[in-house]
């Protein structure tokens, strides 16, 4: 588990719920196909999927960020600064090294 603050506004609560929302969706209609078959076939009955995914995003959209809790910038190594005008790019080894 990360041990970075999860956020708990309304919006990033609802948006952790897409998930388990589309696995419980795509297990009831599988189920569905199973005891009912012919029209409530899987065949016939994905595109509840892509109405729940559709319905948690409107959820999630409308939802207010009251809250919210912005993730860490990533962490982004720094450049080297570019070589002066005029001096050889070329890299050349570190200098007072210990041991050598
Ligand atoms: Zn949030």
């Known amino acids: 588990m990360s041990d970075r603050a999860r956020c708990a506004c309304p919006r990033c609560t609802i948006r952790g719920l897409m998930g388990p929302?589309?696995?419980?969706?795509?297990?009831?209609?599988l189920l569905l196909s199973e005891m009912r078959g012919s029209?409530?076939?899987?065949?016939?009955?994905?595109?509840?999927?892509?109405?729940?995914?559709?319905?948690?995003?409107l959820a999630s959209a409308l939802a207010p960020m009251t809250g919210h809790i912005a993730p860490p910038p990533p962490i982004v190594p720094a450049m080297p600064p570019p070589p002066p005008p005029g001096?050889?790019?070329?890299?050349?080894?570190?200098?007072n090294r210990q041991g050598q």
Do not use: C, E, K, R
Not at 87 to 95: E, I
């Open 39 to 57: 029209f409530f076939d899987f065949s016939n009955t994905w595109p509840v999927i892509l109405l729940v995914i559709g319905g948690v995003s």
């Open 87 to 95: 001096t050889n790019p070329v890299w050349q080894p570190p200098q």
């Open 21 to 29: 929302a589309i696995i419980i969706t795509v297990g009831l209609l």
